[in-house]
């Protein structure tokens, strides 16, 4: 059994920076991908960024520099750096990973909230 769990949300003012984590436990052989999406009231779950074992990283466009994803393998740890956070940035925000070649392993959420 896999789980994912997040870490290091809360509530920031704009232009605030929060680090997120994902530490993935259970029996692993080997984490493919891992990335962050994130949902936001009333809205669709999007992709924020994604980082393969082979160094591929990807970002959606509205991240714009503003945050960066890191994985400490030896940990099986993700993480989200988030910088210049703005008001629209609110929403929980999801981990997920491709474990011993399945997809489809989720975390709760963690909910970040960028507000005066």
């Known amino acids: 059994q896999v789980q994912l769990v997040e870490s290091g949300g809360g509530l920031v003012q704009p232009g605030g920076s929060l680090r997120l984590s994902c530490a993935v436990s259970g029996s692993i052989f080997s984490i493919y991908a891992m990335g962050w999406y994130r949902q936001a009231p009333g809205k669709q779950r999007e992709l924020v960024a994604t980082?393969?074992?082979?160094?591929?990283?990807n970002y959606a466009g509205f991240v714009k520099g503003r945050f960066t994803i890191s994985r400490d393998n030896a940990k099986n740890t993700a993480y989200l750096q988030m910088s210049s956070l703005k008001p629209e940035d609110t929403a929980v925000y999801y981990c997920n990973a491709v474990v011993n070649g399945r997809q489809g392993y989720w975390g709760q959420g963690t909910q970040v909230t960028v507000s005066s």
């Open positions: 980082s393969t074992s082979g160094g591929i990283i």
